[in-house]
């Protein structure tokens, strides 16, 4: 890379890093596991979100040992509300085997480590220069603006290969001497300064050297083609009730969206289904009384599709044997299972 200001920029950009740096609690730690954790968490997922479930999930699994070994259910328990829950099986997935591979040590090399379950480029990187101060790329999203800024990089970050673009400059440009930092510094100027839209270029630190700022075009960078449009699905979700006051509920399939959360019963709409029937049919019940009077429609947009949800709160009587993974459940046991966000918000309303 003919980049004349790499010394400059380095200089500039982990200076500012160590005076404006975020407190953030996965940054006062040096420990590999806890640094991962932090890392998968944050996939797709605010810094403000993370904090609080950072800390009660270490809490819970100070050890890769203790991850290694917990109950799924429990797990994902831990995990509800942050979504995208392959997140946290594939994380457990790949503390297990460190602990059982590689006695319990995070390996330490870029070849190594992304065998890993679940560990990819960026999270790589991530542990790798912040827990090992290896000088190792970790390009995600904002890092991809930043340089596409500084550098002018015009390809779309959108096409899969673009990223290698990215890395090759991140090698080129990171600080030996401090990788983790000025992989984080990269990080923080993309969510703090180089922001999506009305960067903030007169309190840039790096300024000086960002190609696009002289151009006066740092709004227009990255380049980015629009996404398809979501798929929408639509579903009638049963609140079901039996005489004794305990509500239907089952678990998801063990592979696919939300595996092996709870929720309530949910038929599939189409032109030719009749989901009350689909619901008696499936679930071996009979609806007794319909609660006209309850009305609970919302949606939930998934990063691949968008679920639209109409809620049917119902009173039944269960004719004979329940499908396998459904059963009726106390209100009180139902809130110790793991539910994804479209069931909590229903939860929210039955108490």
Known sequence: MNYPYIEEFRHSLVEWFHQEKRDLPWRRTSDPYKIWVSEVM?????????????????DKYPTLQSLAY??????????EGLGYYSRARNLQAGVKEVVEKYDAIV?????????????????????????????????????MRVLSRVLHITEDIAVPKTKKVFE?????????????????????????????TS??????????????????????????????????????????????????VEKRK?????????????????????????????????????ADDK??????????????LNCIFVQVEQQSTLPNDALFLAMDSIQALPMPVPMLKIMNVLN
């Open 42 to 58: 944050l996939q797709q997922t605010r810094v403000d979100t993370v904090i609080p479930y950072y800390n009660r999930f270490l």
């Open 107 to 143: 390996p330490d090399t870029r070849h190594d480590i992304s065998k890993l379950k679940g560990i990819g480029p960026y999270t790589a990187g991530a542990i790798l220069s912040i827990a090992y101060n290896k000088p190792e790329h970790a390009v995600d999203g904002n890092v």
């Open 199 to 248: 960067p903030k270029c007169l309190l840039c630190p790096v300024r000086d050297y960002c190609t696009a700022f002289q151009e006066g075009d740092a709004d227009q960078l990255p380049i980015k083609s629009k996404k398809t449009k979501t798929k929408k699905v639509k579903f009638d979700v049963f609140v079901a009730i039996d005489k004794e006051g305990k509500y239907l």
């Open 254 to 290: 063990e592979e696919g969206l939300l595996a092996n959360m709870w929720q309530f019963p949910m038929i599939e709409l189409n032109e030719n289904a009749n989901s009350i029937e689909s619901f008696q049919h499936n679930y071996n019940v009979i609806i007794l009384e319909k």
């Open 295 to 308: 009305d609970l429609n919302f949606k939930h947009i998934f990063s691949h599709l968008t679920w639209e």
């Open 70 to 79: 917990a109950p799924q259910e429990e797990l994902l328990k831990m995990w």
């Open 168 to 196: 090759e400059a991140v090698d080129a440009l990171i600080d030996e001497d401090y990788p983790g930092d000025f992989n984080q510094a990269l990080m923080d100027l993309g969510a703090m300064i180089c922001t999506p």
